[in-house]
């Protein structure tokens, strides 16, 4: 199957980066996925990667090792309305047939003063 | 700006009945998706959807569920005999290409409550 592993929540100061961790186990890896979800809010896509390397988009990056199973999200210059849960989740193909989207449990991000 | 839409926001219907959440996904978009959140759970991936037939799917996807496109406009996802773990938001999502995912955009989703 796939398993998806990240920090459930952390802390960061206001104008601080901070980078969030996931981990993966998948086969027939297809892509991993990071979104944004403010609470009681539908989810907002942050960043595909599919090859391995670092795409930077504004103050957010992201960041993939297929290798290592392992991708982190960069938040930099953080403001308090980066405070949010973000979910990693990754694009597989476990047991053959169709691929399937597999969420992490999110991680909830406290931004302060 | 173009967004996703969804209706309703909140539907309330008795456990054994049929519900249609709809949406009318971003207009030049070719995929669409569906996913559900428990409250308090994370994110679960349902079905993509493309040229009129099902690209991708979970395993929660079984036969109590179906998708489908009935004009040019709407999505809808359709839950037959709701159970009261259907209780869930349901998220529509829309992106322009299928070769690799591209930005999905998402609509503000809708509530079922399943008593």
């Known amino acids: 199957g796939q398993n998806i592993d990240q920090p459930t929540e952390m802390t960061a100061t206001e104008g601080a980066i901070v980078q969030i961790n996931c981990t993966y186990q998948?086969?027939?890896?297809?892509?991993l996925f990071w979104y944004q979800q403010h609470a009681g809010e539908a989810p907002t896509f942050l960043s595909y990667?599919?090859?391995?390397g670092l795409e930077e988009k504004g103050r957010f990056s992201s960041f993939l090792s297929r290798s290592k199973g392992y991708s982190y999200l960069l938040l930099k210059e953080l403001q308090m309305k980066d405070s949010a849960s973000y979910l990693c989740?990754?694009?597989?193909?476990?047991?053959?047939?169709?691929?399937?989207?597999?969420f992490g449990t999110g991680t909830k991000l406290q931004v302060i003063p | 700006e173009p967004e996703v839409t969804q209706t309703p926001s909140h539907q309330v219907t008795q456990m054994g009945q049929e519900v249609i959440l709809r949406c009318v996904p971003i207009?030049?978009?070719?995929?669409f998706y569906w996913y559900r959140q428990i409250l308090g759970q994370k994110v679960e991936f349902l079905v993509s959807?493309?040229?009129?037939?099902?690209?991708?799917k979970s395993e929660i996807f079984d036969d109590q569920f179906s998708v489908e496109r009935p004009d040019g406009s709407n999505f809808t996802l359709k839950i037959r005999s709701t159970k009261l773990e259907d209780s869930a938001m349901y998220f529509c999502?829309?992106?322009?290409?299928?070769?690799?995912?591209?930005?999905?955009?998402f609509g503000p989703g809708t509530r079922l409550t399943v008593l």
């Open positions: 999502a829309s992106s322009v290409t299928g070769e690799t995912y591209n930005e999905q955009f």
């Open positions: 998948t086969s027939g890896f297809n892509g």
């Open positions: 990667n599919v090859l391995d």
């Open positions: 989740a990754v694009r597989g193909n476990p047991s053959g047939g169709y691929q399937k989207v597999t």
């Open positions: 207009s030049n978009h070719l995929y």
């Open positions: 959807f493309y040229n009129n037939e099902i690209s991708e």
